[in-house]
């Protein structure tokens, strides 16, 4: 059965920093594009950022661009997220999701709650 | 980038009766391989996003055949011919031609 489970979400401060994670199971890891997408209380999706399958290409929605970093370990199945500078505005349920194609994200997490608040 | 507006953004519909919900483009989405990247999910209450439709019309595995994409350009739609109590949700459309991918603001569908 494939699966991405996240972790790491919790309350921080603001201008604080956290580091989400996503393990993978049941498909090739290492071969996939993997995704973050978030979504603020109440609100849409959106799309926060996206790695290549051998790491050597990460792409990020402007707004998180030199705060968050995406990076994988494909030995351990693992995508991760390090946020710095968090703002209260990236308070949102953030998902792991992998890539099929083009932003055609065919598996996805179930979701981990990170709240910026003093 | 592009702004993916979806409409309406509330649906009320009756059982059994079809819904179509679009979603229209800032700019034409046809990428350079003359492919268009297309996708809708469906996000059920307290649930993750679902892939329905890539690629504008391919219906992914599992997903009743009720539901259809369609549309080139700048006007794409989603249809359910018949719509059933477990297709309360939103759905959203998304760009995946280029960074930033861009998701619609959901259509928020419910039973009349």
């Known amino acids: 059965e494939v699966d991405l489970v996240e972790s790491g979400g919790t309350l921080v401060h603001p201008g604080g920093s956290l580091r989400l994670s996503c393990e993978g199971s049941g498909f090739t890891f290492s071969t996939s594009w993997m995704t973050w997408v978030r979504q603020a209380p109440g609100k849409g999706l959106e799309w926060v950022a996206e790695i290549k399958p051998d790491g050597s290409v990460q792409g990020y929605v402007d707004s998180v661009k030199g705060r968050f970093t995406i990076s994988r370990d494909n030995a351990e199945n693992s995508v991760f997220l390090q946020m710095s500078s968090l703002r209260p505005e990236d308070t949102a349920v953030y998902y792991c999701a992998r890539d099929a194609s083009w932003g055609a994200m065919d598996i996805w997490g179930q979701g981990t709650v990170v709240t910026v608040s003093s | 980038d592009v702004v993916m507006t979806q409409s309406p953004l509330s649906l009320a519909v009756t059982l059994g009766q079809p819904a179509s919900l679009s979603c229209r483009p800032s700019q034409s989405l046809v990428s350079r391989d003359g492919n268009t990247y297309v996708t809708w999910y469906q996000q059920r209450p307290g649930q993750s996003p679902r892939r329905l439709i890539y690629k504008v019309s391919n219906r992914d595995s599992g997903v009743p055949d009720r539901f259809s994409g369609s549309g080139s350009g700048t006007e794409f739609t989603l249809k359910i011919s018949r719509v059933e109590a477990e297709d309360v949700g939103v759905y959203y459309c998304?760009?995946?031609?280029?960074?930033?991918?861009?998701f619609g603001q959901g259509t928020k569908l419910e039973i009349k």
């Open positions: 998304m760009e995946g031609t280029r960074w930033p991918y861009i």
